[in-house]
């Protein structure tokens, strides 16, 4: 079974709008972390945001924010104002384990592409 | 630098030939990854080094492949007799162990493969 699974392999938004991208993951270690990634035509991966499975509150950074819903096992992102710059793949990912066990491997998904029109 | 430091950019390798791609971590980052991205698809872990020791080589795909770090802070993946499944973009990330609430992994602009 996919561990981590973006079912939009694209999706269109208009600036200054709000966009939602989805992610579901599949785990049964009750400590893990899940991170979400910018891929623009560079191809850097640019880190936007994590949240923990202990959090109580959803993560938010800027104008990115974290949709976590545990018992759903989503894990969705949320960008508001779109900018055209936003534009590129975005991929959600998945470390199993206790940090303080410094387990260190990313499960990514396939990703989604987001296109931010004028 | 300020960040995660790969080269070369671009490769293009004529099949069987022998690669060396670099990564320059950032300063005082414990962790270093290498992980393969086939295109479109997600990025997929190769291997794991704290300092030196590399604690984690699950996923290289076969003997062809090796990395190293012999001092702790630059690594190099070594793909020997190229072939064509190896064309992908190498990506390799850096992170300090600080067993925070994020353990924040930060990545290279890769570099990307082309086995001809």
């Known amino acids: 079974a996919q561990k981590i699974t973006q079912t939009q392999p694209g999706m269109f938004v208009q600036e200054k709008e709000a966009v939602t991208l989805d992610c579901t993951y599949d785990?049964?270690?009750?400590?893990?972390?899940l991170f979400w990634y910018k891929q623009p035509s560079s191809g850097e991966m640019i880190f936007l945001i994590y949240q923990g499975s202990y959090d109580q509150q959803n993560a938010t950074e800027g104008r990115y924010s974290l949709n976590f819903q545990k018992a759903r096992k989503s894990a969705n992102l949320v960008i508001s104002a779109s900018q055209l710059g936003d534009s590129a793949m975005y991929f959600c990912?998945?470390?199993?384990?206790?940090?303080?066990?410094?387990?260190?491997?990313?499960?990514f998904g396939k990703g989604t592409l987001l296109t931010v029109n004028p | 630098g300020a960040g995660v430091s790969q080269s070369p950019r671009y490769k293009v390798a004529k099949r069987g030939q022998d690669v060396a791609l670099r990564c320059d971590p950032i300063s005082g980052h414990v962790s270093l990854f290498w992980y393969q991205q086939a295109l479109g698809q997600g990025p997929e872990f190769l291997t794991y080094?704290?300092?030196?020791?590399?604690?984690?080589k699950s996923g290289l795909p076969s003997d062809r492949f090796f990395a190293e770090r012999p001092e702790g802070s630059v690594s190099t993946l070594k793909i020997q007799r190229t072939q064509q499944e190896d064309s992908a973009v190498y990506l390799c990330?850096?992170?300090?162990?600080?067993?925070?609430?994020?353990?924040?992994?930060?990545f290279g602009e890769g570099s990307w493969l082309t086995v001809v």
């Open positions: 080094f704290q300092n030196e020791a590399q604690l984690d």
């Open positions: 785990t049964s270690d009750p400590s893990y972390g």
């Open positions: 990330a850096s992170s300090f162990l600080t067993g925070g609430p994020g353990n924040t992994i930060y």
């Open positions: 990912a998945m470390r199993e384990g206790r940090v303080e066990r410094s387990n260190y491997k990313l499960t």
